[in-house]
């Protein structure tokens, strides 16, 4: 019996090590551009993994040349890099701004240039993709990902508790905090602190979840129905780097390889007698709703985001110089 009773506690903390589980939430050596297309209201990339189009799930009143403007992807180009209200100016947000950036050791990453201004305040500069990343958008035909964004593109899903959150981070000795912002299933967002950017070269910042029990005797362990079971996940939402008032201000460079992270499994992955979902289809519906609500959101922020670019003059001084000198002639 005693042998029974030690078999079953190894047993036990086996099942518990299995939960946990390592994935890449983004990677940013994959978001390199294919394509580029310039004009005046800017810089177009398209990555093919990442990329969306959400006119065909736009409202009739959209013209064609208005929908040909809702297609994007996450490219390292298209990333937004945006002041604080309260630090920023014409100089400081016209110069920040993010790069394919050639690594020797990674390959293309994620490259930052942002502008704090020299005053005695806090600022935050926020790096984030040009659009919000969708957890339910289908994956690509062919691809063995269950939806577009998974497989290191921005989005886990079968999220438990998190263990462990690591940042790889190219430094150069600027004195700021780095924060990453995480988006769960409820779209609340999760801060993370992964502390300061002091140091130089490619290092790992790592954050580690205070109250993540090792030992699965010292959890809380419930029974809860298995299907079906409404979707656990967490999506990339930004990055901030946060200038505190008695820091000095002025350029700043970074760049970033990945974030990955370790967590439990909120169900664990194993073969059932019966396919519950191929019978009911109840999640697939679900997550088609949400599908459809997140369309519905991109497609009125992307044309947005094209209208106010349209919106930005593009003609300098010296083109309206040349226009007048034409026009006496």
């Known amino acids: 019996m005693k042998r029974i009773f030690i078999l079953s506690i ?12 390592e994935d890449v ?28 189009d959400t006119s065909n799930h736009t409202a009739n009143n959209y013209t064609d040349e208005q929908k040909a ?20 100016t ?7 701004k993010s790069r394919e950036s050639a690594s020797t050791a990674y390959g293309t990453v994620l ?40 497989g290191g593109f921005g989005v886990i899903k079968n999220v438990g508790t998190i263990k462990s959150v690591a940042v790889n981070a190219y430094g150069l000795n600027y004195p700021y905090a780095l924060y990453l912002i995480l988006i769960d299933g409820n779209g609340k967002e999760i801060p993370i602190n992964l502390g300061s950017l002091k140091f130089q070269g490619w290092g790992e910042l790592r954050w580690d979840n205070p109250r993540y029990a090792q030992d699965v005797r010292d959890r809380q362990l419930n029974i809860t129905p298995i299907y079906p079971q409404e979707s ?3 999506k990339f939402g930004e990055f901030r780097i946060i200038k505190s008032g008695e820091q000095p201000g002025g350029d700043f460079v970074t760049y970033f390889k990945d974030v990955k992270v370790i967590y439990d499994q909120a169900v664990l992955e194993e073969e059932r007698d019966i396919d519950d979902e191929s019978v ?6 679900r997550e088609n ?15 947005l985001q094209a209208v106010d670019k349209k919106r930005q003059a593009a003609e300098s001084f010296q083109d309206q110089q040349a226009s007048d000198a034409e026009s006496e002639e």
Do not use: C, H
């Open 289 to 303: 709703e949400k599908n459809k609500a997140e369309q519905a959101r991109q497609s009125n922020s992307l044309f």
């Open 69 to 88: 403007l809702m297609k994007t992807s996450l490219a390292i180009e298209n990333w937004l890099v945006k002041i604080s209200n309260s630090s920023a």
């Open 111 to 150: 490259g930052i240039r942002a502008r704090f201004p020299n005053a005695s305040w806090n600022a935050v500069a926020t790096i984030k993709p040009p659009f919000e990343i969708p957890a339910y958008e289908p994956a690509d035909e062919g691809s063995e990902a269950a939806s577009k964004f998974e």
């Open 280 to 285: 009911w289809q109840i999640q697939t519906d």
């Open 90 to 96: 014409i100089q400081t947000q016209s110069v920040s």
């Open 232 to 234: 656990s996940l967490i």
């Open 25 to 52: 939430l983004i990677d940013f050596t994959q978001l390199v551009a294919e394509t580029k297309a310039e004009d005046n209201n800017g810089v177009t990339a398209l990555n093919a993994a990442t990329t969306i």
């Open 10 to 21: 190894i047993s036990l903390l086996a099942v518990g090590s299995l939960l946990a589980k």
